[in-house]
């Protein structure tokens, strides 16, 4: 296991998180999470960078790990790590009755940041 590339692909997948909840889906994010932009303004989401940056290094290491010892492909791999995480996300969503249009925009990200790293596994492993 590369632990310098699985932490440089929680990096990315910190970066992809941040295009993804601004640019790409973020008014839709934040209409669907029920928060304005005044609101965003208002906060200090210093500590929340802080604390995603290093869950998604922590992920991305954990996902390096159970690909590198799984006896499948890596990719294959990687869309069962990524079927799991979703999957147990969206029974919470049921019973918080959150939109859909949440959960695609949530589950999706998900999905793209898992692949990513597990590419980088498949890459650099």
């Known amino acids: 296991m590369n632990i310098i590339i699985a932490l440089l692909a929680g990096l990315v997948a910190f ?3 941040a295009l993804w909840y601004t ?3 973020g008014k839709i994010w934040m209409n669907a999470v029920g928060i304005s932009e005044e609101t965003v303004q208002k906060s200090s989401p ?3 960078m802080v604390v995603t940056v290093i869950v998604e290094m922590a992920v991305a290491l954990l996902v390096s790990f159970v690909l590198i010892h799984l ?3 890596v990719y294959l791999g990687g869309l069962l790590i990524a079927g799991i995480a979703i999957l147990s ?3 919470n969503y049921m019973f918080e009755m ?3 249009r949440l959960i695609l925009i949530n589950e999706s990200y998900k ?7 597990t ?3 498949a890459l650099f492993a």
């Open 15 to 17: 970066a992809v998180g």
């Open 23 to 25: 640019v790409f889906f």
């Open 46 to 48: 210093m500590a929340s």
């Open 71 to 73: 006896d499948l492909g």
């Open 89 to 91: 996300a969206i029974k």
């Open 98 to 100: 959150k939109p859909f």
């Open 111 to 117: 999905l793209v940041t898992i692949m990513i790293m």
């Open 119 to 121: 590419a980088s596994v």
